[in-house]
């Protein structure tokens, strides 16, 4: 699924975007709460995240232009607010925002809240996939690990990624006993621009020299690095595409 988010502190919005690729969600984010409604018209995102609090009356009528503007009326919004009154969220239902997220913004609990807001809209919105994207050649994304078949270096480029595993194709032919399927290998090292993380990963599919991998493991600081490079590359396609 895809969605627009507003999100004015920078740290906060990291944070937030991070956890929600890590969940398989297509974000696009924003500082500036003036091109809401500009980015909602561009894009049309079915679901808006966005930071209110209840004496910004900025936001609370952008939230009411939005249900107002018929070509964005249908997006659902999703309030991330903190110590909101009981009188301004009877407010925020009336004008038709779909479910609040509360302040300060923690993972473990966002996430939860987050898709049972969602479950209400659509369940099928729950049900995602994680997002692979191809990185750019110039990043020089490759990957390289130690067969546990026959102990040769095995070296390649990447094709495509995501939070789930990646697709690379072999520098050099693989021999039969190079990759093996179902196999784990640790230790494998994945660079791209200057960034290195470490993961164990399980051969799920070969093909002459490409092979697929799913990751087993893959540490909390690593998966940030790659759901921000992820993003990166998301954020790259989507500016290309106005």
């Known amino acids: 699924m895809k969605l627009l988010l507003y999100e004015p502190i920078n740290q906060v919005q990291v944070l937030m975007v991070n956890t929600l690729i890590q969940n398989g969600v297509m974000v696009f984010a ?34 009411t232009e939005i249900k ?21 969220l009877v407010d925020m239902v009336k004008i038709g925002v779909s479910g609040f997220v509360l302040k300060p913004f923690v993972p473990a609990a966002f996430i939860p809240k987050f898709n049972d807001i969602l479950k209400k809209i659509d369940p099928g919105m729950t049900e995602r996939k994680h997002i692979r994207v191809t990185p750019d050649p110039k990043d020089n994304g490759s990957v390289t690990l130690r067969s546990a078949g026959s102990f040769k270096l095995i070296t390649g480029r990447i094709k495509d990624i995501s939070m ?36 164990s990963a399980m051969v799920m599919a070969k093909q002459q020299n490409m092979v697929a991998l799913k990751f087993v493991s893959l540490s909390d600081f690593d998966k940030n ?18």
Not at 77 to 88: E, G, Q, R, T, Y
Not at 164 to 179: C, I, S
């Open 164 to 199: 789930g595993g990646v697709l690379f194709q072999t520098t050099a032919a693989l021999e039969e006993n190079d990759v093996v399927l179902k196999q784990i290998s640790k230790s494998i090292q994945i660079k791209f621009r200057l960034n290195t993380i470490e993961v």
């Open 68 to 88: 107002k503007d018929e070509i964005i009326a249908a997006t659902k919004i999703i309030l991330h607010v903190k110590n909101p009154s009981k009188d301004f």
């Open 225 to 242: 690095v790659l759901s921000k490079y992820i993003y990166e590359i998301l954020a790259n396609d989507h500016l290309s595409k106005k």
């Open 30 to 63: 924003i500082t500036d709460k003036y091109e809401i409604i500009s980015k909602l018209h561009t894009k049309q995102f079915p679901v808006l995240i966005c930071d209110a609090s209840p004496d910004d009356t900025d936001i609370i009528g952008i939230v």
